[in-house]
């Protein structure tokens, strides 16, 4: 073969390859972009992709009197559920376009950063620590604080008195801190309520250390009234809200949005009267200004 023969068989054999190589690299450069030009479909706003599932998938506590719990009939029923009920029905013009997911303390912000839930409704407290991960709806519904509960005999008279005491508690609460660290208690922590009650009535732990509207209305029933009472009440007063996503300020917007109706319409405030939670100034103050806004 003449070297001008072989530059020949060598351009020949060099133009599939080259025309192979540069359909790869097309096709590359097209998955390539096509996967940049995908990411914002894939990544869809979650106000869409909510609406187009066609429900609201809400963290909620089933174990939670009043907030949150099943009632003798095996309903979702409480304050925080006519809450998410009362979104839905916004969001889908009906309140039973919704699905409850139950959530413990410990595991409603993975729940929801996980994507298994679109919003908490479930008792949670606003902090700066929270706020790193998720985002809160703008419209605290209500300000809760955490009491003790203890033996009518306790002599608890300062939050101070609980040091070295076994105090229970509710894994992943905000004020767990504080009581180990401020007023030095050795925490026995649960994931539910009802476990939480168990290990208190068999004495496992001094006193109760949880949320007041669960613990004021703990005390008022029959085998409780009789034995315990509210030893120290609250410690502090936080701003309890709905817990969001990072980065969907549309579907937050639109929970707020929600939360408003929900408040001009009355729903926390007769939520206050029905499940025995005492008139607080704050929810009927909220009321007065989502009447306002509307």
Known sequence: MSLQ???????????????????????????????????????????????????????????????????????????????????????FGSEDAIEFVPVVA??????????????????LGVNEERRKVIDFTEYYYMMAGMVLLAPKDATYAKWDDIRGKKICGSQGNLYNRMLTEKFGADLVLFTGTSEIYNAFETGRC?????????LNMKVTEPGWKEKYKIALDTIDYVPIAGGLRKGEPAFTA???????????????????????????DYVVKRAEEAKAKM
């Open 106 to 123: 410990s595991n409603r912000i993975e729940f929801l950063n996980a994507g298994r839930i679109d919003v908490i409704f479930a008792t």
């Open 206 to 214: 001094d006193a109760i250390a949880y949320d007041g509207p669960n």
């Open 5 to 91: 023969s072989a530059r020949k068989g060598n351009s020949a054999d060099r133009r599939p390859l080259t025309s192979k190589l540069s359909k790869l690299c097309s096709a590359a450069l097209f998955c390539v972009a096509g996967s940049f030009l995908a990411m914002p479909a894939a990544h869809a706003d979650q106000l869409e992709r909510v609406k187009d599932r066609g429900k609201l998938i809400v963290g909620i506590r089933n174990d939670y009197v009043p907030f949150g719990y099943i009632d003798e009939k095996g309903k979702n029923v409480g304050f925080e559920v006519d809450l998410a009920r009362a979104v839905a029905k916004d969001l």
């Open 254 to 280: 639109a929970v707020n949005k929600a939360i408003i109706k929900a408040e001009a319409a009355g729903i926390m405030v007769k939520g206050e009267e029905s499940y025995h939670l005492g008139k607080s």
